[in-house]
């Protein structure tokens, strides 16, 4: 079993910052890509970032510039830096990581959500 846990989601006025962070933990025998996702009400589930167990990044057009994802791959952790934060921002972000497991049994996981709100 794997489990991915967020955290440092919260409350922030608009312009200001928050790091959302990921631990993944379990059978674990290597982690490829990891990342986070986010879903407003109403609206469909987004890729906000991913990056790869090398390092390269991928971000949504409406993030770019404003956040940034890393990760430890010692740790099995990754982080969204998040900066200049608006409104549209506000949402529930998900981790995810696509996991090879001990057993040889490769999958995606998922992190319950952490919420993100943003006061104007």
């Known amino acids: 079993q794997v489990q991915l846990v967020e955290s440092g989601g919260g409350l922030v006025q608009a312009g200001g910052s928050l790091r959302l962070s990921c631990a993944a933990s379990?059978?674990?025998?290597?982690?490829?890509?990891m990342g986070w996702y986010r879903r407003a009400p109403g609206k469909q589930r987004e890729l906000v970032a991913s990056?790869?167990?090398?390092?390269?990044?991928n971000y949504a057009d409406s993030v770019k510039g404003r956040f940034t994802i890393s990760r430890d791959n010692a740790k099995n952790t990754v982080n969204l830096q998040m900066n200049s934060l608006k409104s549209e921002d506000a949402s529930v972000y998900y981790c995810?990581?696509?996991?090879?497991?001990?057993?040889?049994?490769?999958?995606?996981?998922w992190g319950k959500g952490t919420q993100v709100t943003v006061s104007s």
């Open positions: 990056i790869t167990r090398g390092g390269r990044t």
């Open positions: 379990g059978s674990i025998f290597t982690i490829n890509a």
């Open positions: 995810y990581a696509d996991v090879v497991a001990r057993g040889g049994y490769g999958a995606d996981y």
